[in-house]
């Protein structure tokens, strides 16, 4: 790391830095995660690559009016949605009680009078009771630098889908430590979602995402469509598209 800490917290279980370099704010975990990253002068830029590729799913210009956020961190998706698109209403549910905090208090997570509420909750809970439908639900959370097993579980993928609206998207933020894992996490959101999800590799690190949608893969929007949807976005989804890998066979029986 870089630039200069502002803040420092241990807690029982991990390690929370906060730091700053130019114009970049980031919190950090046990000094080798990088969690939340923002830029301090724009609400409406978001600095972190692996942060714009978990909404590649804005190329294929699908309504969006609510989101969810499964994993807050430091907030810095909503901060910039809100910059982008004040009239789009978010839940960002957080288990960590520090984490919400700070997100408050160092990364501008939206104000109480935006259209974004943080809660401190668990997602598997917020599922289960929320009758709410959502546009976009992202989930991004993971236990020892990998992704906890019960996000790719029946259960969970089903209430997700549940709370898609007709032409909703989920997002799986996925960290595996071997292909084997990788592979049995597929055949579980294929049997949920249908064989035609996309995939989304990040070069240079380790994580996966998974696009699954209520309905069905949308194609690949046209070169001038992904230029515009760019523009709205400050995303270049020309760059994205071309690492997008579509899985339409029919998934093997387990």
Request: proline residues 4%; glycine residues 6%.
């Amino acid at each position: 790391m870089s630039g200069h800490c502002i803040y420092r917290e241990e807690n029982d279980d991990t390690h929370l830095e906060i730091w700053e370099d130019g114009d970049r704010r980031s919190l950090w975990f046990d000094d080798v995660i990088l969690q939340t990253e923002i830029n301090i002068h724009d609400s409406a830029v978001l600095p972190n690559p692996v942060n714009r590729a978990m909404l590649a799913h804005l190329m294929f210009g699908l309504p969006l009016q609510r989101v969810l956020l499964a994993g807050c961190g430091g907030g810095a998706i909503a901060r910039w949605l809100h910059a982008r698109a004040p009239e789009v209403h978010g839940d960002a549910i957080e288990l960590s009680v520090t984490v919400a905090r700070l997100a408050r208090e160092y990364f501008e997570f939206p104000p109480s009078d935006s259209n974004w509420e943080l809660q401190i909750a668990d997602v598997r809970e917020h599922i289960v009771i929320s009758n709410r439908r959502y546009d976009y639900i992202l989930v991004d959370l993971e236990e020892n630098q990998t992704t906890p097993r019960w996000i790719t579980e029946a259960a969970f993928l089903e209430g997700c889908r549940n709370h898609l609206s007709a032409h909703g998207t989920l997002t799986l933020n996925l960290l595996f430590d071997d292909a084997m894992k990788i592979s049995e996490a597929l055949l579980r959101i294929r049997q949920t979602f249908g064989s035609d999800i996309l995939l989304l590799s990040n070069p240079g690190h380790d994580n996966l995402l998974v696009l699954a949608f209520r309905s069905h893969a949308p194609q690949t929007p046209s070169s001038d469509a992904l230029v515009a949807q760019g523009r709205r976005w400050g995303i270049d989804f020309a760059s994205l598209a071309a690492r997008l890998t579509r899985l339409a066979a029919a998934a093997a029986a387990p």
